[in-house]
């Protein structure tokens, strides 16, 4: 996966602004939503609250988290960096906005799920990510661009994980290894995605900025680190705890903060811009770790959960979002304060969603400010970025 380039080929569009290319409505409509899915689930933790959905409230949770509001992000990314991958016109106009329909209507039916039934659920739920996969898949064959067909692979497996999950709480009630292999899933992904783009915008700032010690380039030691964590994470969705689980968790959190530490993000302070994608990644080795602590029974599984998901997957998502949107509609690269308080807010969910976990005698009230900051940073990023969406590029 290379750099992005700003101004990628595209056909003469005259539709609206928001559908002349897929990270404008998916990257608005999966930051509020992102928001809106926490400002109902909390009143649903707290019993305040019932929704008619055919999940348990704990799975209607996670898989709005994990299934819907995050593909809707990989989506926007998906068809704003395939063009630059293959050189052919990006998704426009009506066959973007049939897309948006397919995921909102997704939304709708897990929530409504015990109204219209969990397979109509299940059928229109997963139609999304299987366009997805579809879409994203013709163009890197029909491109030739055979080195990231990896990346539709974890949308396949993001498809099957989203599969099992209907099925596994249709059948047992709760869904558990449906949500570890979402999980997983996201995590290679970004391991893999951010692998390629953090050393290389952080080359490129510093040649310009700041030179001296560049990071390392995506090579074999990489590879070794993804590959050894994809074997690790198989085995921690096959068996959260045990000793080899336990092991092979801690020296996949070890690697990563190796692999982190070979990207010279210490030499970005002053580049937000760049400096959150450093952070946003730091939370995935601090998920391996945790779940390899959690793994001999020391804290809860959930830490680990938050730390990939709210910390990797929620600042991966905004650092990634927010770059895109300046990139692509043609503005500086330059985190304004707003953008700087969008990132800042998601850390502090992260952070304190992590410690909720850890610190139970003070689980609510860092629920409560975990809630509060992931809203503002989510719908912060609708408020700041909304405009830009909808509007042409100038």
Not at 18 to 40: D, M, N, Q, T
Not at 277 to 294: C, D, R, T
Request: aromatic letters at 10%.
């Amino acid at each position: 996966m290379t750099q992005h380039t700003p101004v990628p080929r595209l056909r003469n569009y005259q539709g609206p602004g928001i559908l002349s290319y897929g990270f404008r409505p998916f990257f608005l409509l999966g930051a509020i939503y992102a928001g809106l899915a926490i400002l109902v689930w909390l009143p649903v933790f707290l019993g305040e609250l019932t929704l008619r959905t055919a999940f348990v409230p704990r799975d209607w949770h996670v898989h709005e988290m994990l299934y819907g509001y995050l593909p809707a992000v990989i989506a926007g990314f998906l068809f704003t960096a395939i063009p630059n991958w293959t050189g052919r016109f990006p998704l426009q106009g009506r066959p973007l906005l049939a897309l948006v329909i397919v995921w909102l209507a997704g939304r709708v039916a897990v929530t409504c799920s015990a109204g219209i039934g969990w397979l109509a659920a299940m059928l229109i739920d997963i139609s999304f990510l299987a366009l997805i996969a579809a879409a994203t898949g013709r163009e890197i064959l029909v491109g030739r661009n055979w080195r990231n067909l990896k990346v539709v692979a974890l949308v396949v497996l993001l498809l099957i994980g989203n599969i099992a999950f209907h099925l596994e709480a249709h059948v047992s009630g709760t869904a558990d290894y449906g949500i570890r292999a979402g999980i997983a899933a996201v995590v290679m992904l970004i391991m893999i995605v951010g692998g390629r783009i953090i050393p290389s915008f952080t080359r490129n700032w510093l040649v310009r900025e700041n030179p001296g010690r560049l990071p390392s380039p995506f090579a074999g030691f990489d590879v070794a680190i993804v590959v050894f964590s994809a074997a690790t994470l198989l085995a921690w969705m096959v068996r959260q705890d045990g000793r080899l689980t336990g092991i092979l968790l801690a020296v996949a959190g070890i690697l990563h903060v190796i692999r982190l530490a070979r990207w010279a993000g210490d030499r970005t302070l002053r580049e937000r811009l760049l400096l959150i994608l450093h952070l946003g990644y730091a939370f995935i080795p601090a998920g391996f770790l945790l779940a390899s602590v959690s793994a001999f029974d020391l804290v809860p599984a959930s830490a680990a959960i938050h730390a990939w998901m709210a910390g990797g997957a929620g600042v991966m998502t905004l650092a990634v979002m927010t770059r895109s949107s300046l990139s692509f509609t043609g503005q500086q690269l330059i985190a304004s304060p707003s953008t700087q308080g969008i990132y800042a807010a998601v850390i502090v969910a992260a952070l304190a969603r992590i410690a909720a976990v850890i610190v139970p005698l003070w689980s609510i009230p860092l629920l409560d400010l975990a809630g509060l900051a992931w809203v503002i940073a989510f719908f912060g990023f609708a408020i700041v970025y909304g405009p830009l969406l909808m509007r042409r590029r100038r």
